[in-house]
């Protein structure tokens, strides 16, 4: 008796030890809690000894937590074995679980920890020069994000930085994270103690009194129930109420056949048990936008400065006309105001319905036994869900069944382990949790804000922002301007003050505005403030706020239409980014070609049968074992309607390729399968290229193999003849399937090859070891090599002609045969002809992968097909692509193309045949899967980047011929020929009008025929310096003729002095912006003759063109008070038109004027660090 008591004491004092040791990560107060809760059920006789400490650790823990969880902890991450919770609760992580996510260490970093370490060396180097230089915003680091916004000149920071990342939401939302992780572990761990407490004695599990269920109208169950089971990962009371099956029955569920599906069950499903959605923060209002806008250091300054102008003008002018002057600028702001804001208002509600396009993700349920695509929000408890490897879980769920089945759970617990799951040991999955590997079916129990997945969204779900480098740079480029216009500013105003003051500034009748001793103060001070007026008013044009805020207009249109040509744009930076695409690394299946396959060649039992599907020539085993083996070794479904139809088959293309020749064959899918079960699985690889299962049939195991032709060749050693008796495989019999391997490789087909092996019943492991157990891959039998034909997509040619033409190459990476793909390359013009098909331009990925890293240097620029491939190859071709400076864009749809896509400049995964890992990692989304559309984005990414140039050389032509004209008649006159009201104007036809018509045009040809643009080339070229300042001298040298030489030239001796300066100030205030409508033709086309080519294309512009003229019209017109101007007369309306019509030719000749290739930029500056420095700064 002693001896026992000293065996449990043991035990006791064992779980004591180990429970110290899990829990240290945890708070200090919290620890405190969960050692003393132990420390007084120690002190309990024995037999009370469980139920006290779990019973009082798991109640009062969870209250304790329920008040402290909302602290701000310093979190540890605290690693279980998977088993009885999930990975991420508070045990000893042992070595065979340790195992790491495969895409992890790319992708899904921890939000917490930030980015990965290799990206924050690449894009964290600090001197690169200026801090506007962020050529990679992919992965900055959050200091680099910092240091450029507190470079930057800025009025209105609200709205310039509206688009960027929110650098405190963004740390707010991490904080926020953590503590719903934490939350959801410690509950974990209490429940994981609670398991473990039951079998201290080994005596057994500890009798509790079983949970109740409550049922809910139609259903056995209540979704508080569902809820704590599945967020509690409650085995024993999903035990109580009969497992799995038990939970289908009271949810009115068939675990083969699915839901009904029909409308009035999902509304009772719906009402019962909720939505698969989250409550969203609304978006801003347009009044939010409206105060943003309002926000405006210099509109603020403006409204100040007009409300005592309009006291002054009030109380010595008298209400009738002393409020113009101040009212005008008051009008005109609220002009400026309105205006940006409905403009702001329009493009939020364009990214927030692209970001409800982001995460309506498709799935697959099965309803009414077959299996149906339906999006994430429509899914319900009740639904039957199949899962494979790059699945992301939709909903909270209980396995069915599964092989090899697991899961990354790191969007839920911060930890990158993956945790394998077991029908009956782990069979709870949590939503959105990605599938590593494996595959199953699982029976969904909870979603949206029952879920832990739909609390975070719902905590998380506004949209921070991001940056891009084109907005970056444009911030610099705002900022130098801004401090020009600054200088300019504070120039012209000291220089008015001292004219103002010393009895130098006249009015019409030639009296001098102020006089010492004589002048009123009122009338003294009401001339300083519009001089002070007019300083702002110039810092207002001078300062560009809407130049880095046009990325955002112009990306916005982009990804609008982008929608429509099938691309839906993820990261806002990768529509400009593929501007500068120098190559694309494409996948061949799906991309480059259909999808579309069928088996149109096989070779059985030694010889070819044609057709392909002619079961007669089949022999009667092999048949059998075929439809056993393409019936059981597949993530596929086949589907036969009972009232007769089509056979409805499911699956990826080349699985449902092999299901259909099989039925061809006669196989009867459902019979199969419920002849034999599937003891263990090895879902197919990419690495490896083949795929396996271990099946049992009566008292018989077969282990099925397919795969990739000549790796499963390999591994066979007979076949079995058309006699049906196995035969072994010779060397002149396995020349002769490898010939024919080639043959139909050569052909374009992809070759598969099925094969099989018995296999001895006492070999295969127990039920505990089977989840380690390598199914056996040599000595196989094969059964049948098939051909499957997957023709070129139509236009494939012409696409990538046109990427050539483009300066971007086009290089395919497979993981078919090298002849196979040889075949395709040369069908879709990647390879021009047979003396192109030669290494290291066709190179095969083992090949590839045996270089050293500066071999694959070496080859990497000329390879044009890379065959069975690995990702680990694509990824290897990425790196040592950028590494000699290409911009690289990435195609993928697995799993494992993860770490291509994350590392590529640009990743864009396929929306059809892509998992959602392979998503989530990307950049850009090809909706229909098609090169063309690829070759789209390039198109699109070219003309973001065009038009914001286009905008640029507008903008800064009217920036410097504003400047300069109010500068030399400010100093020479000691007055302006535009004023406050005018320059706001001009101001709001620059900004907003301009960028408006400029940045919303579409792409064409020409765009196409030019190199790609390199990421650190100048944003304003030779071309647009020789455009701008050829349009800037004219309009400055015509309009500085008029302010000086205007009375006589209009002649105007008649006029009296004061209504001579009003019409020749309307005059360069109407020809000024007549000047910049015509020119802003002009800016559409900087290297092209003709500027109206495809105008007619564009009703936008042409809308707003006419706006402004229809405008301008009215204000000369009709609003003379408000603007200081007066009519004009038909002839001086001529004359302003002559004016600006003038600036046409003038743009023809000019472009006749050759540019040094060198930028200008060079010659002022000293020379720029070697291309290989600039690369290690990106």
Request: charged residues 20%.
């Amino acid at each position: 008796m002693l001896l026992y008591c000293h065996i449990v004491t043991e035990k006791i004092q064992k779980k004591k030890v180990c429970f110290q040791n899990t829990i240290r990560g945890l708070k200090k107060d919290t620890r405190s809690f969960l050692t003393l809760s132990l420390e007084k059920s120690l002190q309990f006789p024995l037999k009370f000894l469980i139920s006290n400490f779990f019973v009082t650790l798991v109640t009062q823990y969870c209250r304790f937590l329920h008040y402290r969880w909302f602290e701000n902890t310093e979190k540890k991450e605290i690693v279980v074995k998977s088993g009885v919770i999930s990975p991420a609760t508070v045990t000893v992580m042992s070595e065979d679980n340790g195992k790491m996510s495969p895409y992890r260490r790319h992708h899904n970093e921890d939000l917490e920890a930030g980015s990965s370490s290799s990206n924050n060396i690449k894009s964290g180097i600090a001197d690169c020069g200026s801090p506007f230089d962020i050529p990679r915003t992919k992965s900055a680091p959050i200091d680099r994000l910092k240091r450029w916004r507190q470079a930057a000149l800025v009025l209105n920071a609200s709205r310039r930085f509206r688009y960027t990342l929110d650098l405190k939401k963004e740390e707010e939302r991490k904080r926020l994270i953590a503590k719903i992780r934490t939350h959801a572990q410690v509950i974990r761990a209490a429940v994981l103690f609670q398991e473990a407490g039951k079998t201290v004695n080994g005596d057994g599990p500890v009798k509790t009194l079983p949970p109740t269920t409550t049922s809910v109208g139609e259903f056995d169950i209540s979704a508080d129930d569902l809820t704590l089971m599945s967020r509690d990962h409650d085995v024993t009371a999903l035990q109580h109420v009969g497992g799995v099956k038990g939970v289908a029955e009271k949810l009115k569920t068939n675990l083969d056949k699915g839901i009904d599906g029909d409308e009035v069950d999902l509304l009772k499903r719906k009402n019962a048990y909720g939505s698969n959605t989250y409550p969203r923060k609304k978006g801003r209002s347009f009044w939010r936008f409206v105060w943003e806008a309002c926000c405006d250091t210099t509109l603020i300054i403006l409204m100040v400065a007009a409300a005592a102008s309009l006291a002054l003008g009030i109380k010595t002018e008298g209400l009738d006309d002393g409020w113009y002057d101040g009212g005008s600028i008051f009008l005109a702001v609220i002009i400026v105001i309105v205006v940006t804001a409905v403009s702001d208002y329009k493009q939020s509600l364009q990214f927030q319905n692209l970001n409800e396009e982001k995460q309506n993700i498709q799935i697959e349920v099965v309803r009414g036994g077959r299996r149906i695509p339906v999006s994430i929000f429509e899914v319900v408890v009740g639904d039957v869900i199949p899962l494979k490897i790059g699945d992301q879980v939709p909903a909270d769920g209980i396995l069915i069944s599964g092989q090899s089945l697991a899961l990354d759970e790191s969007s839920m617990t911060g930890e990158s382990m993956i945790v394998h799951k077991d029908p009956n040991k782990s069979p709870f999955l949590m939503s959105g949790c990605k599938i590593a590997d494996g595959y199953g079916t699982m029976l969904v129990v909870g979603v949206g804000i029952n879920t832990e997945w739909g609390l975070l969204m719902a905590s998380i779900s506004e949209d921070n922002g991001e940056e891009t480098p084109l907005q970056v740079r444009l911030n610099g480029v705002a900022t130098f301007i801004g401090i020009v216009g600054l200088t300019v500013a504070l120039a012209v105003l000291i220089v008015l003050m001292i004219r103002f003051f010393t009895g130098h500034t006249y009015n019409p009748d030639g009296s001098p505005q102020f006089t010492a001793g004589k002048t009123k103060v009122g009338k003294a001070v009401d001339g300083a403030i519009k001089i002070f007026t007019i300083a702002v008013t110039i810092v207002v044009v001078a300062v560009p706020e809407g130049l880095p805020l046009a990325v955002t207009l112009t990306l916005a249109y982009s990804m609008r239409k982008m929608m429509a040509d099938k691309a839906l744009v993820r990261r806002l930076s990768a529509c400009e980014t593929m501007g500068s695409a120098t190559t694309i690394c494409s996948d061949k299946t799906g991309t480059l070609t259909l999808n579309q396959m069928a088996v149109v060649e096989a070779y059985v039992s030694g010889k070819k049968i044609d057709p392909a599907d002619d079961r007669s020539k089949v022999p009667p085993t092999v048949l059998s074992l075929l439809h056993e083996g393409v019936g059981l070794n597949t993530t596929g479904s086949v589907f036969v309607p009972q009232g007769g139809g089509a056979t409805e088959i499911s699956g990826s293309p080349t699985e449902k390729a092999i299901l259909q020749w099989a039925v061809n064959l006669g196989m009867n899918f459902e019979a199969v399968r419920s002849e034999a079960s599937v003891i263990h699985a090895f879902p197919f690889n990419s690495e490896k290229k083949r795929g396996g299962v271990a099946i049992k049939r009566d008292s018989e195991v077969h282990l099925h193999w397919k795969g990739a032709a000549e790796i499963v060749l390999s591994c066979c050693t007979s076949f079995i003849d058309e006699n049906g008796s196995g035969v072994p495989l010779g060397d002149d019999k396995m020349a002769q399937f490898k010939e024919a391997i080639a043959n139909m490789a050569a052909s374009s087909l992809r070759c598969v090859a099925i094969a099989y092996r018995p296999y001895e019943v006492e070999k295969v492991p127990t039920e505990e070891e089977i989840d380690n157990w390598e199914i056996p891959e040599g000595d196989l039998v094969l059964l049948a090599i098939v051909g499957i034909k997957d023709p070129c997509r139509p236009g494939v040619r012409d696409a990538v002609q046109l990427c050539i033409d483009a300066g971007v190459k086009v290089r395919m990476v497979t993981g078919d045969n090298l002849l196979t793909a040889r075949a395709i390359a040369l069908e879709c013009g990647i390879l021009k002809s047979d003396a192109d098909a030669t290494e290291p331009n066709l190179i095969e990925g083992k090949r590839f992968r045996g270089m050293s890293e500066e071999e694959r240097k070496g080859v990497a620029d000329k390879i044009s097909v890379m065959g069975r491939s690995s990702p680990s190859d694509k990824l290897l071709l990425v790196q040592a692509l950028r590494s000699m400076g290409h911009v690289v864009a990435v195609t993928g749809d697995g799993t494992n193309d993860a770490p291509a896509l994350h590392e590529a400049d640009i990743g864009l995964a396929m929306g059809i045949a892509g998992t959602e890992v392979a998503k989530e990692s990307s950049d850009i989304i090809i909706l229909d899967d098609q090169f063309a559309s690829v070759v789209k984005v390039v198109r699109w990414g070219r003309a973001v980047y065009a038009n914001i140039q286009k905008f640029i050389q507008f903008q800064l032509t009217v920036n410097v011929a504003a400047l300069i004209i109010n500068v030399v008649a400010a100093v020479s006159a000691g007055d302006v020929p535009l004023n406050a009201v005018q320059l706001l104007w001009v101001n709001l036809i620059m900004d907003t009008l301009g960028a408006l018509a400029l940045a919303t045009e579409p792409p064409t040809d020409h765009l196409m025929r030019r190199a790609p643009v390199g990421r650190r080339e100048p944003l304003v070229t030779n071309i647009m310096w020789r455009n701008l300042l050829i349009q800037a001298l004219y309009q400055v040298t015509v309009l500085l003729i008029l302010n000086f030489r205007g009375r006589e030239l209009l002649h105007l001796e008649h006029e009296t002095n004061a209504r001579a300066i009003k019409l020749k100030n309307t005059l360069i205030f109407n020809a000024f912006v007549l000047c910049q409508v015509f020119n802003e033709f002009n800016a559409r086309k900087p290297d092209e003759m003709n500027v109206f080519k495809g105008v007619q294309k564009n009703r936008l512009f042409i809308g707003i063109v006419g706006v402004t003229v229809v405008l301008q019209v009215l204000i000369i017109f009709f609003l003379g008070k408000f603007t200081s101007t007066v009519r004009l007369s038909w002839k001086l309306w001529l004359v302003s038109i002559a004016i600006g019509i003038i600036s046409w030719p003038l743009a023809v000749l000019g472009k006749l004027i050759p540019v040094p290739e060198k930028p200008f930029g060079e010659y002022f500056s000293k020379k720029l660090p070697k291309r290989k420095n600039q690369q290690e700064c990106s």
